[in-house]
């Protein structure tokens, strides 16, 4: 089945500095790759996804960026803000199957 | 319109009790999941609804758990005996469609203890 990898594992950046989380993918038919925000306590939130026939996708200060050859993806913020701190989950999609598959999650601390 | 709403949120178990977490989708979707997610890790997958068709439960960790949604709307997964190993997150999420690349809408979870 799928294996999807997460690094780092926690990050911190300075109020204003870029931030970079880096996932990769086993199964290469996966074909959906989303990305959810998640506070303490609360739902996973979908930030911004993916789609296998794209290479690059952004929204205002956040993009994904797929590498099909190399099966890795990244998630990009830029001009990090207070409410930007969270944990974020990447995860992959096959197209038979439905199911997501997550990685273990980045913890991210945006500091004034 | 309202996301997905799960029932209870918080529950505490004892050691071989069964308990019941219930899962309203956001209507009208047609896909149903539900996750597992420890303390600190990702959510896991342990099951999937295609309206009332239950058509994957490769991630159910053992015959004490068991999923319906015979209507093909609200869902309910059981836990039979539970045990301290239970002790998780439970989340729903729902989709409108049955493609892979559909967006998963999640509910806030279920945090089950067991004592």
């Known amino acids: 089945g799928e294996n999807v990898e997460q690094h780092p594992s926690t990050l911190s950046v300075q109020e204003g500095d870029s931030a970079v989380i880096k996932c990769t993918y086993s199964d290469s038919a996966s074909n959906y790759f989303p990305w959810y925000k998640q506070e303490l306590g609360k739902r996973p939130q979908l930030i911004i996804d993916i789609r296998s026939n794209v290479g690059e996708k952004k929204d205002q200060r956040i993009a994904v960026t797929l590498n099909k050859t190399a099966k890795h993806f990244s998630l990009h913020i830029t001009e990090t803000q207070p409410e930007d701190s969270a944990v974020y989950f990447c995860?992959?999609?096959?197209?038979?199957?439905?199911?997501?598959?997550f990685g273990t999650g980045t913890r991210l601390q945006v500091t004034l | 319109g309202a996301g997905v709403s799960q029932s209870p949120r918080y529950k505490v178990a004892k050691r071989g009790q069964d308990v019941a977490l219930r899962c309203d989708p956001i209507?009208?979707?047609?896909?149903l999941f539900w996750y597992q997610q420890a303390l600190g890790q990702g959510p896991e997958f342990l099951t999937y609804f295609q309206n009332e068709a239950q058509l994957d439960k490769s991630g159910l960790p053992s015959d004490r758990f068991f999923a319906e949604r015979p209507e093909g709307s609200v869902s309910t997964l059981k836990i039979q005996r539970t045990q301290q190993e239970d002790s998780a997150v439970y989340l729903c999420?729902?989709?409108?469609?049955?493609?892979?690349?559909?967006?998963?809408?999640f509910g806030p979870g279920t945090r089950l203890t067991v004592l």
């Open positions: 209507s009208g979707h047609v896909s």
């Open positions: 999420a729902s989709s409108l469609e049955v493609l892979s690349t559909d967006t998963q809408y």
């Open positions: 995860a992959a999609s096959t197209g038979t199957a439905s199911k997501l598959t």
